[in-house]
């Protein structure tokens, strides 16, 4: 497996359209799109940042969640084998597929597989 780029990192919050308004006014964040309630993606100079609603985030997600990108996120065999905790799979159609897991410390991660 091969990590192509940080993806994304994000936070979860109960009030996007807070969270929202303090990214944008407060750090003047770049607003890319929203996903009503559930998704929002911004830019930090070159690098995305989001923010996720408990809905959208992998069950457990405290504080960020770092989402590297990877050609393809069939690494779950691998992840276990080097003492990680796989926690699930997401495909989420035309925007691509999530491989959800723990490190060995405990840190959630995720894999992003960009949509063809």
């Known amino acids: 497996m091969t990590v192509e780029k940080l993806q994304n990192?994000?936070?979860v919050t109960g009030?996007?359209?807070r969270a929202i308004a303090f990214y944008r006014e407060t750090?003047?964040?770049d607003l890319m799109f929203q996903d009503g309630g559930k998704w929002a993606q911004l830019k930090a100079g070159g690098v995305n940042f989001a923010?996720?609603?408990a809905d959208e985030a992998p069950d457990g997600a405290v504080g960020a969640t770092v989402v590297f990108e990877v050609p393809d996120a069939?690494?779950?065999a691998a992840i276990a084998a080097?003492?990680?905790e796989v926690?699930?799979?997401r495909d989420m159609g035309d925007h691509g597929k999530t491989l959800t897991f723990r490190d060995p410390d405990g840190n959630l991660v995720q894999l992003?597989?960009?949509a063809c």
Do not use: V
């Open 82 to 84: 080097a003492g990680g």
């Open 112 to 114: 992003f597989e960009r």
């Open 87 to 89: 926690l699930g799979e």
């Open 27 to 29: 750090l003047g964040l």
């Open 74 to 76: 069939a690494a779950a």
């Open 9 to 11: 990192a994000y936070y």
């Open 15 to 17: 009030d996007m359209d």
């Open 51 to 53: 923010l996720s609603s």
